[in-house]
């Protein structure tokens, strides 16, 4: 992808994605992150959340695969940053449902780059603002 190929106002494909309690274990077990109230109910409300929530970095995670998907290599991916605004909870029933959009905010033809705002949302709320990645363009 070029810069002549991007322009302000390009909307990266919506991705949707699903979460299961298994999900969080095996994310658990492979990030070392065992912090209870990502696997056990029960801590997870003793200390005021609604249920068992997505780890943040998961949540980053999936928002950063679809930027590097857009992008065509994940080595494209110059910096990404974001804020955790809300938590991603993830009932024992049912999975979570994890939506990420993307927009073309700025160009700068000189160095080759383009900022990518996302927009990425759980239960109708946004879990992450500020989320801005920028991306290398041939």
Known sequence: MSVEDVQVGTELPLARYELSREDLAAYAEASGDRNPIHLDEAT???VGLPDVIAHGMLTMGLAGTVVADWAGDPTR??????????????????PAVVEVTGTVVALDPAAGTAEVDLTVT?????VLTRARAVVGLT
Not at 77 to 94: E, I, N, R, W, Y
Not at 122 to 126: E, L, N, Q, T, V
């Open 122 to 126: 759980s239960a109708g709320a946004k």
């Open 44 to 46: 997870a409300r003793s």
């Open 77 to 94: 991916v110059l910096s990404f940053g974001t804020k955790f605004t809300a938590p991603v909870v993830v009932p024992a029933d049912a």
